[in-house]
Nanobody
Framework: EVQLQAYGGGLVEAGGYLRLSCVASGFTFDDYAIGWFRQAPGKEREGVSC???????TNYAHSVKGRFTVSKDNANTVFLQMNSLKPEDTAVYYCAAEEYGSCTIRTSFLYDLWGQGTQVTVSS
């Protein structure tokens, strides 16, 4: 079965850090763009970051640039290192995959495989 699973969310104080993992099962990330998206209560889903497996291209939302880092460890795991967390980073974080994707975070509609989401809560 082809699946994505996101791990690593939790409760952290402002200024703290978390590392999220996105693990693929039933396939590998070769030829995929893997995106991280988040959705806070009452808000629309927004793109956070992405990485393109084929060449390592990365992309970040302006709100997280310089604080978050996306990386790929091996054929089926992608990480999102989140430093200097702020209360406004509180959301459910999802990873998603798009085969032969261009690594866009402007829209989530191009991503056709999604993980279940992991809650990140940053207290002030």
């Amino acid at each position: 079965e082809v699946q994505l699973q996101a791990y690593g969310g939790g409760l952290v104080e402002a200024g703290g850090y978390l590392r999220l993992s996105c693990v693929a099962s039933g396939f590998t990330f070769d030829d995929y763009a893997i995106g991280w998206f988040r959705q806070a209560p009452g808000k629309e889903r927004e793109g956070v970051s992405c990485i393109k497996s084929s060449d390592g291209t990365t992309n970040y939302a302006h709100s997280v640039k310089g604080r978050f880092t996306v990386s790929k460890d091996n054929a089926n795991t992608v990480f999102l290192q989140m430093n200097s967390l702020k209360p406004e980073d509180t959301a459910v974080y999802y990873c998603a995959a798009e085969e032969y994707g261009s690594c866009t975070i402007r829209t989530s509609f191009l991503y056709d495989l999604w993980g279940q989401g992991t809650q990140v809560t940053v207290s002030s």
